[in-house]
């Protein structure tokens, strides 16, 4: 890696791309938990297992960059966006990896433009593991055809579609109303089917309807994923939610899909480190104790 990269927000994402990698100490990384004295610590631990160098704030961090990755939460990504362009280089790229609405992927579009950056529209398409800097990315924008080669150099796996700023986020944040919304649904279904003492025949009932899907495993990984990443889910959806309702259309089912998504994570609940083996019945009884009405 010849270029300056430094990434903005180092949580899951940030980690697993550098991880992939096998780390650098060329690339450097700003994340605002490092301002929080509980949670500074961990963090900065993070930058030394990963062998990147950890920066006091985000105009460190980008300055001298010609490649930045923001890799925040949906609802801080303009904002990072307004915080770093004051600072960016000119001709540097920022690739905009959060899952946000197209109206929010232009908003941070703009912002970049006065300074001579050049923003991406990035949609990370899968779980960022296994496959780490190899996970699947959409991008577009003026510039993504230019980004391709360099992206490709990492090494990562974009590619270009069709379209201005947003096109890439369009389509993600129209997939996730299907796909967290079934992890939605899933809890609601497979909760209630627990409670009533029927989940073995709901469960048969479904895989005898879709055949293509084990529901008693889907139901585990999606009870986990909602355990884990519950909170950040909920604020991707909230995006979705201004996407639906940017296109004029109704938004009540994805606007469901955010109170349960926020509902679990803010449980704050453990699952064991190779969840794998465990079955939706283990999730089930964590949860229901802490979500039935009294």
């Known amino acids: 890696m010849t270029k300056g990269i430094a990434f903005i927000g180092f949580g899951e994402a940030g980690g697993a791309i550098v991880e992939g990698w096998g780390g650098s100490a060329a690339i450097r990384a700003y994340d605002i938990k490092t301002d929080n004295n509980a949670t500074a610590a961990p963090m900065r631990a993070r930058y030394d297992r990963l062998g990147v160098a950890g920066c006091d704030g985000a105009a460190e961090a980008v300055a001298e960059a010609d490649l930045v990755f923001s890799t925040v939460t949906a609802d801080q990504a303009v904002k990072a966006a307004e915080n770093c362009a004051p600072h960016m280089r000119k001709g540097s790229f920022w690739f905009d990896l959060n899952s946000c609405a197209p109206s929010s992927k232009q908003r941070a579009a703009e ?51 069709d379209g201005d700023v947003g096109a890439a986020s369009s389509i993600k944040m129209i ?67 201004k996407t639906v309702e940017d296109l004029k259309l109704p938004a009540e089912m994805s606007a469901a899909t955010v109170a349960w998504q926020s509902r679990i994570g803010a449980l704050k609940l453990t699952v064991p480190e190779d969840p794998d083996g465990t079955k939706y019945n283990d999730f089930a009884q964590q949860l229901l104790p802490r979500l039935k009405k009294n």
């Open 175 to 241: 997939r996730s109303i299907m796909v967290k919304g079934l992890e939605a649904l899933t809890a609601e279904c497979v909760l209630a089917a627990v409670t009533a003492g029927v989940d073995g025949e709901v469960l048969a009932s479904l895989l005898r309807s879709h055949p293509g899907v084990d529901w008693p495993v889907q139901a585990a990984y999606n009870f986990e994923r909602g355990i884990v990443h519950g909170e950040r889910r909920a604020a991707e959806m909230r995006e979705v939610v």
């Open 111 to 161: 912002l970049m433009a006065p300074v001579g950056a050049r923003y991406v529209d990035v949609a990370v398409m899968a779980p960022i593991y296994p496959r780490r800097n190899m996970v699947p990315l959409l991008i577009a924008g003026p510039h993504a055809e230019d980004a391709k080669p360099l992206l490709e150099a990492l090494p990562m796996a974009p590619r270009v579609v």
